[in-house]
T-cell receptor, first 114, second 114 residues
Framework: KAGVTQTPRYLIKTRGQQVTLSCSPI?????VSWYQQTPGQGLQFLFE???????NKGNFPGRFSGRQFSNSRSEMNVSTLELGDSALYLC?????????????FGPGTRLTVT | GENVEQHPSTLSVQEGDSAVIKCTYS??????FPWYKQELGKRPQLIID?????GEKKDQRIAVTLNKTAKHFSLHITETQPEDSAVYFC?????????????FGKGTHLIIQP
């Protein structure tokens, strides 16, 4: 079956702008998590959505937000972009069981803020 | 919150030798510990995971051990091959990542010398 997909793959934005990234999970997966990957901070958890509800969020400012649609596709939005937001944004999907299940990552969106 | 330390940051081994990467975690409630492999420019790929009710898990040349009392877990790769060269990340979570997100280590760059 098809893997996790993300669009767009690359983005260049200017400071102060906003951006929306999209993630389509593996068919049947209802949980989508978002991560930020940078050389300095590594992989950091942003938030997770399950059945259109945010269940948990990491330690990021309110400029980072997300949502999930009824087909489990998810979007994340970053407003008022800062240079430090330049990163690879990865989403991961899973069935979302509270007993624990594997997360599978998408290819990521490379965001460059100038 | 959870904190995951990973060592070493870089590991160089001769082809055919074994490689060991170690991680420690801080949250005693964590019970799911996956390992991801990320090749340059590609997405993280789950290679093996272990849950807290198991002390060791093996999959061909890869094994993971978990010591819940000491709060550390390790990845063992035997008979290393050139295609094992990549960055490896350990992670921990309470519920398996689907609900509360994965906390990652900073990564180990594994270099296989021919």
């Amino acid at each position: 079956k098809a893997g996790v997909t993300q669009t767009p793959r690359y983005l260049i934005k200017t400071r102060g702008q906003q951006v929306t990234l999209s993630c389509s999970p593996i068919s049947g997966h209802r949980s989508v998590s978002w991560y930020q990957q940078t050389p300095g901070q590594g992989l950091q958890f942003l938030f997770e959505y399950f059945s259109e509800t945010q269940r948990n969020k990491g330690n990021f400012p309110g400029r980072f937000s997300g949502r999930q649609f009824s087909n489990s596709r998810s979007e994340m939005n970053v407003s008022t972009l800062e240079l430090g937001d330049s990163a690879l944004y990865l989403c991961a999907s899973s069935f979302g069981s509270l007993k624990g299940d594997e997360q599978y990552f998408g290819p990521g969106t490379r965001l460059t803020v100038t | 919150g959870e904190n995951v330390e990973q060592h070493p940051s870089t590991l160089s081994v001769q082809e055919g030798d074994s490689a060991v990467i170690k991680c420690t975690y801080s949250d005693s409630a964590s019970n799911y510990f996956p390992w991801y492999k990320q090749e340059l420019g590609k997405r993280p790929q789950l290679i093996i995971d272990i849950r807290s009710n198991v002390g060791e898990k093996k999959d061909q040349r890869i094994a993971v051990t978990l010591n819940k009392t000491a709060k550390h877990f390790s990845l063992h790769i035997t008979e290393t091959q050139p295609e094992d060269s990549a960055v490896y990340f350990c992670a921990a979570s309470r519920t398996g990542g689907g609900a509360d997100g994965l906390t990652f280590g900073k990564g180990t760059h594994l270099i296989i010398q021919p």
